[in-house]
Structures are given as structure tokens and as C-alpha cells.
């Protein structure tokens, strides 16, 4: 501050320096931004009875939520660089291609995005709607806390004006925890998240993500389509092993949360078509036999030599079995969009 030689300081600017010295960022005025975080211990709790559900089970299973700590977000965000893993691009060409239209056709003031990562697709749809010049607040929700924060502070500098208000949360438990409504907005829910639902949650989930919706409000749903079985599998087993390395992540996770002692080397990433539930399979299987503790559930976990546990569905659309689960849950669609090749698809739908 010596510099600032004998002007004085503006209030903002002594805020600010005061926010410094508190550790807090600075880029923005401080209430441009706030967080609330629902996850404190509960989400170990949730981690450890999936764990105590899913590893003692015939089939063993875990829910794909807990590959997300920041190594598994990392590695996701290189998962979708990947040649092999279409879902990104072709979103972000709808995005590109649709986002001025959605911007008028809703009106939206607000954007709440759920599985929000990096936010960096989302970005195209802030745009249009600053353009539009109706853009006002920004609901990023995510499960991991660094991406939150970092999308908030990141947003908050790039769009002047913008309010940010990050839930921290699992939007199976927290969903009503989502601010209320300060206009029409847009509740988006991208990358295909909706697909790593199993069948059965799936469309709980959609009938309180209908909850979510007013009468002005509406549902931007990206879904990955039925296609080509190889084109599938490599999406899910690129040649770099950047998603075997994501895949693996989630023992790591378990080491260090629950005390486990698994060794990912031991696991071979499996990734496989369905052909009848039209749902990729992500599997660790294992190389030999192995017993793994858990420690902090009192827990031995026994595996034969090639045993494998499911990891991660990701379902696959046809524009006809979307109706119908949107239909299930109260939803009726507005338009259905894709990329020129219709490997993937964006789906907006209202309440019905
Ligand atoms: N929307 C981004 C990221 C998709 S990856 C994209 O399209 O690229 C899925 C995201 O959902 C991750 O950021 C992960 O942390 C988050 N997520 C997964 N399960 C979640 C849950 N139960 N509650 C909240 N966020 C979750
Ligand atoms: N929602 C993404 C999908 O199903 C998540 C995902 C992409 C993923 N690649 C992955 C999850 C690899 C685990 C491993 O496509």
C-alpha cells in the first residue's frame, strides 16, 4: 500500500486489502460470490455405507460420485480432451450452435447447474444470456468443493455483475438446498451425468429435478446417444489409459478416507457395451486373488482372480426412451437438439 503514496485508499480497495490479509479472494466484490457447503462429514458417512453396501454385495458395485476428489476431477477434465471421448465436443457444438436461441426462447435470468465441474462448457450458455442481457446469477452445484469455489471466483471475474451462489453438495441428498428461483432460469444438466444413474434412481432423480422447476423455468439436458458399440467402448478405454487411471482413482479414495489398503495396480479397467441395457459397463477387474481391508469399517474384502466390481454405468438415449423418462417424471420435452454427426443430444423440457 505505500505506493499509494498520500491518495486515499477507496472503501472497496481497503475492503479488499482487508480481505487479503483474511485470506479471502479479491478479484470481486466479496458479495458477488457465495457458497454454502452441505457436505461437512456427511459424505464420508454416505462413502462409507456405499462402501459397506456395495463391496458385500454378490456383484460388487460402487456409485460413481466418489470418483470425484480433486484427482478425479483432474483427470476427468482430461478424459474429455481425449480423441476417443466424443461427449464433450459434440455438446459444446450444440452449445455453440443452440445457445443464442435458448437465451430468447427462455428468458432466463438464472442459470443452476448441476454436476457443475469446471463450468467450462457452460461458459457458452453465460455468454448468450449476457448477450441477452438477462444474465444475473450463476448456481454452480457440485460434489466437489475446489471446483465450486474455483468456478465461482473464476466466473465472478470473467462476467461483471454476475452473482455466483455455489452449492457444495450430492444432488441426491441436497437438491432442495438449490436457492430459490430469482427469475426464469435454466436448471442445466450436462456431460451426460443423467446416464450414470441406474435405470430406477434415474427417474426419482428426474421427478425432483421436475420439483426444481416453475412455470417459466426450464430443464437443458445433455445425453449421450445409442451408437456404433466400438465407437462406445473407446470413449470409455482410450488408448493413453487416462479413464483406466480415473477408473482406479476411486480404490485411492477408499485408501485414504476409509483406511483401505487396495493396490490399483492390482485392477485391470474393464469398459464394455451392454447392448441390452444400451449402458456402458466401467469395471476394475482383478488381476489374482486378493483380500483388501477396510479399515475403518472393520471391513475384509474378498476378491477372486478375475472378480470385478462395477464402477460406473453411463446409459446411452434414444430420443424415444428419453420421452419416456422425462415423461415419467412429469416432463414433457421442448426441443431435442444435436451435433451434425447426432452422436449426442440437448434436450430442453419443460413441466408438464
Ligand atoms: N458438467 C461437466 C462435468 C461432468 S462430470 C461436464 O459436462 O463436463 C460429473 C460432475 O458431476 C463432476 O463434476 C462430479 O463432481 C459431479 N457429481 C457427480 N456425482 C455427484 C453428486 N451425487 N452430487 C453432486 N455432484 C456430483
Ligand atoms: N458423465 C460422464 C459419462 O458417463 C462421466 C464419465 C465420462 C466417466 N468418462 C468417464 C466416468 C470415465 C467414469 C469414467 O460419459
Not at 5 to 29: F, M, Q, S
Not at 81 to 95: M, S
Not at 177 to 206: C, K, Q, Y
Request: aromatic share 8%; charged share 30%; net charge negative.
Amino acid at each position: 500500500m505505500a505506493f499509494t503514496g498520500t491518495r486515499a485508499v477507496p472503501a472497496a480497495a481497503a475492503a479488499a486489502a482487508a480481505a487479503t490479509l483474511r485470506g479471502a479472494p479479491v478479484a470481486e466484490p466479496r458479495e458477488a460470490i457465495r457458497v454454502d457447503s452441505h457436505l461437512d462429514g456427511g459424505q464420508e458417512r454416505a462413502l462409507a455405507d456405499d462402501v459397506l453396501d456395495g463391496l458385500t454385495r454378490p456383484f460388487k458395485e460402487l456409485p460413481p460420485k466418489h470418483f470425484y476428489d480433486a484427482r478425479g476431477a483432474r483427470l476427468f477434465d482430461r478424459i474429455c480432451e481425449l480423441p476417443e471421448y466424443y461427449p464433450t465436443r459434440a455438446e459444446r457444438a450444440i452449445l455453440e450452435q443452440r445457445a443464442g436461441e435458448l437465451a430468447a426462447s427462455t428468458g432466463a435470468v438464472e442459470l443452476v447447474e448441476l454436476g457443475s465441474g469446471t463450468a467450462a462448457k457452460t461458459r457458452v450458455l453465460l455468454d448468450a444470456l449476457h448477450a441477452a442481457g438477462t444474465l444475473r446469477r450463476y448456481v454452480p452445484f457440485d460434489v466437489t468443493e475446489s471446483m465450486v469455489r474455483d468456478s465461482a471466483r473464476r466466473l465472478t471475474a470473467e462476467y461483471p455483475g454476475l452473482q455466483v451462489h455455489g452449492v457444495i453438495g450430492d444432488f441426491e441428498r441436497h437438491l432442495d438446498r438449490v436457492p430459490r428461483a430469482v427469475g426464469p432460469r435454466i436448471v442445466a444438466f450436462l456431460g451426460g451425468t443423467i446416464g450414470n444413474f441406474p435405470p430406477g434412481s434415474r427417474r426419482r432423480f428426474l421427478r425432483q429435478l421436475a420439483r426444481l422447476l416453475g412455470d417459466e423455468d426450464f430443464l437443458l439436458m445433455g445425453t449421450d446417444l445409442v451408437k456404433d458399440p466400438r465407437v462406445l467402448e473407446a470413449a470409455y478405454d482410450d488408448a493413453e489409459g487416462v479413464t483406466a487411471e480415473f477408473n482406479r482413482n476411486v480404490l485411492l479414495v477408499l485408501n485414504r478416507e476409509l483406511g483401505a489398503d487396495f493396490d490399483p495396480a492390482d485392477f485391470d479397467h474393464v469398459a464394455l457395451f451392454d447392448r441390452e441395457h444400451e449402458w456402458i459397463e466401467m469395471r476394475l477387474r482383478a488381476r489374482r486373488e486378493l483380500r483388501v481391508n477396510v479399515a475403518d469399517l472393520d471391513l475384509l474384502v474378498h476378491f477372486d482372480a478375475g472378480e470385478e466390481l462395477r464402477t460406473e454405468i453411463s446409459a446411452k438415449f434414444t430420443p424415444e426412451r428419453l420421452t419416456g423418462d422425462l415423461a415419467a417424471a412429469g416432463m414433457q420435452m421442448a426441443a431435442w437438439m444435436t451435433d451434425p454427426e447426432a452422436l449426442f443430444a440437448l434436450t430442453l423440457s419443460q413441466r408438464s
